[in-house]
């Protein structure tokens, strides 16, 4: 079947513009996740999704960086007035359930922030 | 707080060599424990895991060793081929943390020789 999906692949923006990333989880995994992969380093954890609790944020490195999820489908990462240590690729994953351990990740999305 | 950590940042081997990679951990609650493999452009892809309940876990040319009164992890890639050049990643989660979202290592970069 299909796997998680993310859109744009690649996105350049002006520094201080918005930005908004979008992920399209497995079909049928209640838990999504964002996480941030700087240039040559480790991938880091910004939000969690379970169903139609309430999301933990507790990764999210300022309130510039918020995130929505619609029941268990779609995700927006939104990004307010970007910041040049804002690039970075952002990657989604899914997982069955938040305590089924296996999460299968997207292609991510590449943002350069000039 | 880094909680996992890597070894080596880069590694280079001859087709048909074993790769080895290392991992430490710090929190004594991680209880899973995955290693992904991440080609450039691409999300990272889980490779093979394993519960702290067994030492040793082999998937085709893939092993994963575990030390848990060390708190140390390997992978060991046996034949190594030029297609297994790529990113490595372990990671560590717990049931204990929200979502059991993973908790990564810096990354390897495996290249094999031809």
């Known amino acids: 079947g299909a796997g998680v999906s993310q859109s744009p692949s690649n996105k350049v923006t002006e520094k201080g513009k918005d930005v908004e990333l979008r992920c399209d989880p497995i079909?049928?995994?209640?838990?999504l996740y964002w996480y941030r992969q700087r240039l040559g380093q480790g991938l880091e954890f910004l939000i969690y999704?379970?169903?139609?609790?309430?999301?933990?944020k507790s990764g999210l490195p300022s309130d510039r960086f918020s995130a929505e999820r619609t029941g268990e489908s779609v995700s927006t990462l939104t990004i307010q007035r970007t910041q040049q240590e804002d690039s970075a690729v952002y990657l989604c994953?899914?997982?069955?359930?938040?305590?089924?351990?296996?999460?299968?990740f997207g292609p991510g999305t590449r943002l350069t922030v000039t | 707080q880094q909680q996992v950590k890597q070894s080596p940042q880069s590694l280079i081997v001859q087709k048909g060599g074993i790769s080895i990679i290392n991992c430490a951990y710090e929190?004594?609650?991680?209880?899973?424990f995955p290693w992904y493999q991440q080609f450039p452009g691409k999300g990272p892809a889980l490779l093979i895991a394993?519960?702290?309940?067994?030492s040793e876990k082999k998937e085709g040319r893939f092993t994963i060793s575990f030390n848990k009164s060390a708190k140390q992890f390997s992978l060991h890639i046996m034949d190594s081929q030029p297609g297994d050049s790529a990113t490595y990643f372990c990671?560590?989660?717990?049931?204990?943390?929200?979502?059991?979202?993973?908790?990564f290592g810096e990354g390897t970069q495996l290249t094999v020789n031809p």
């Open positions: 994953a899914s997982s069955l359930s938040g305590g089924s351990y296996e999460q299968y």
């Open positions: 079909s049928g995994h209640t838990a």
């Open positions: 999704f379970q169903g139609n609790s309430a999301p933990d």
């Open positions: 929190n004594t609650a991680f209880d899973y």
């Open positions: 394993i519960r702290p309940d067994v």
């Open positions: 990671a560590a989660s717990s049931h204990e943390t929200s979502g059991s979202r993973l908790t």
